[in-house]
């Protein structure tokens, strides 16, 4: 069974601070696929990563940076110099190829309720 | 431009009165899937069509079925709501299934936001 773990509950911050996220994940699957989502107080969903089981290259976009390691069962997410705007819950999640009996949907964290004060 | 669309954005409804939540999609994907997502918690799926075929999760409940009576469109029907099914309820698209080479990416809807009186 698959399974995502946030242990961060809530993060406070001060703006400009850097800041990471933390993700670990569970699979028995060789292949897999992990994402990072952010949802503002809205409530959508916003994309914004995936990574690919076979592909260990980290990737920075902007203030975002990610860090998969497989070794550690783990993809961490950090903001460089964050912003008010960065404020929101930022899950981790995980899907597993369609194996024909499964489920075929994203399994997600608890989340962390990331907070930057001006 | 092309979405994911949820109508209502916000529902209430009470007590053991059935409701319906609608999706739509222009994206012509072959998925659609519905996720519970309770105050404070991670997204949960609950089923999802692969075209005309739906999949159930194996913990979500009976009170809550689906439809979909075409490719665009997709409903989450509650026969008798309780207090404990208010949440958003999210639905999300991909033009296929995930394989081992390849990932389809979920777009999600903006969700519909249930509250039970």
């Known amino acids: 069974a698959q399974k995502v773990t946030q242990a961060q509950t809530e993060i406070s911050v001060v703006e400009k601070e850097d800041v990471t996220l933390d993700c670990v994940y569970e699979t028995r699957d060789t292949t897999y696929y992990l994402f990072w989502y952010k949802q503002p107080p809205s409530g959508e969903l916003v994309f914004l990563i995936r990574r690919n089981s076979f592909d260990e290259q980290n990737e920075i976009s902007g203030r975002y940076s990610w860090n998969f390691q497989k070794s550690t069962s783990s993809f961490n997410f950090t903001i460089t110099a964050s912003q008010v705007v960065d404020s929101a819950v930022y899950f981790c999640a995980l899907s597993e190829p369609y194996s024909g009996g499964g489920a075929d949907g994203l399994t997600f964290g608890k989340g962390t309720h990331l907070i930057i004060q001006p | 431009d092309a979405m994911v669309i949820q109508n209502p954005r916000y529902q209430v409804t009470q007590f053991g009165k059935p409701v319906t939540l609608s999706c739509s999609q222009t994206?012509?994907?072959?998925?659609m899937y519905w996720y519970q997502q309770k105050s404070s918690q991670a997204p949960k799926l609950l089923f999802h069509y692969y075209d005309k075929d739906f999949n159930n999760e194996a913990d979500t409940p009976d009170n809550f079925q689906s439809r979909r009576p075409n490719t665009s469109f997709c409903f989450l029907d509650i026969r008798s709501p309780g207090l404990g099914d208010a949440a958003m309820y999210l639905c999300?698209?991909?033009?296929?299934?995930?394989?081992?080479?390849?990932?389809?990416?979920?777009?999600f809807g903006p969700g519909t936001r249930l509250t039970v009186l």
């Open positions: 994206l012509n994907h072959n998925v």
């Open positions: 999300a698209t991909s033009r296929d299934r995930s394989g081992s080479k390849t990932y389809n990416e979920q777009f």
